[in-house]
Structures are given as structure tokens and as C-alpha cells.
């Protein structure tokens, strides 16, 4: 079993920037497939980014790509996803997510909050 433990969501201006993170216990994730993934109100969830397993490729959607860079932190079993540029539009609650094979991703935090607005 795996669990994830988002933080660092909040309140930012257009144009701002942010910096979430996943801890994860239970598991070393260094061998897993990790992934970002967003909620907004009244939309289905959303694929952000992510790290592939065992390729070690990044990946990004179209819509945050050049602005949010994910990276993962072996020593401390944490991956973060630093936000950029951050547009009203990112506003979204931000969910951390791991698999091992498969299609399905298994494990998922609870979620953090980003809210970007003036």
C-alpha cells in the first residue's frame, strides 16, 4: 500500500507561482509511475504531468507545458510539481497519483487546493 499526502496548494496571483508536493509512505515510489492530475468545479479530473516508470520520461498536457515542471526527490520519497506562470484558469484541486503496471493509476492523495485570482 502506498499513501499520498498532497500539501502546498493556497491562494496566488496570476502570474504567480507555487510549488506542490506528494510525500508517500508505505512504499519507495522510486519505481513507480507518478502523476499530477487536477479537478477544476464542475469538470472531470485532468492528466497535469508526470514521470513514466522505467523510461524516466516527464510528461505534460499541452496546457501547462513550459510553465510547471515536476520533479521527484528520491531521498525523501517526494514529488513536486513547481507551477509557474500560473493562469485563473489552473484554479483546481490537485491530486497526486501513483501506479505500478497497468493503465489504472492505484494510489491517490487527498488533494490540495489551488485558487488563482486577483
Known amino acids: 500500500q502506498v499513501q499520498l499526502v498532497e500539501s502546498g496548494g493556497g491562494l496566488v496571483q496570476p502570474g504567480g507561482s507555487l510549488r506542490l508536493s506528494c510525500a508517500a509512505s508505505g512504499s519507495n515510489i522510486n519505481t513507480y509511475n507518478m502523476g499530477w492530475f487536477r479537478q477544476a468545479p464542475g469538470k472531470s479530473r485532468e492528466f497535469v504531468s508526470g514521470f513514466s516508470w522505467p523510461s524516466r520520461n516527464t510528461l505534460y498536457s499541452d496546457s501547462v507545458t513550459g510553465r510547471f515542471t515536476i520533479s521527484r526527490d528520491a531521498a525523501v520519497n517526494t514529488v513536486s510539481l513547481q507551477m509557474n506562470s500560473l493562469k485563473p484558469e489552473d484554479t483546481a484541486v490537485y491530486f497526486c497519483?501513483?501506479?505500478?503496471?497497468?493503465?489504472?493509476?492505484?494510489?491517490w492523495g487527498q488533494g490540495t487546493q489551488v485558487t488563482v485570482s486577483s
Open positions: 497519483a501513483a501506479r505500478r503496471t497497468g493503465p489504472g493509476w492505484e494510489y
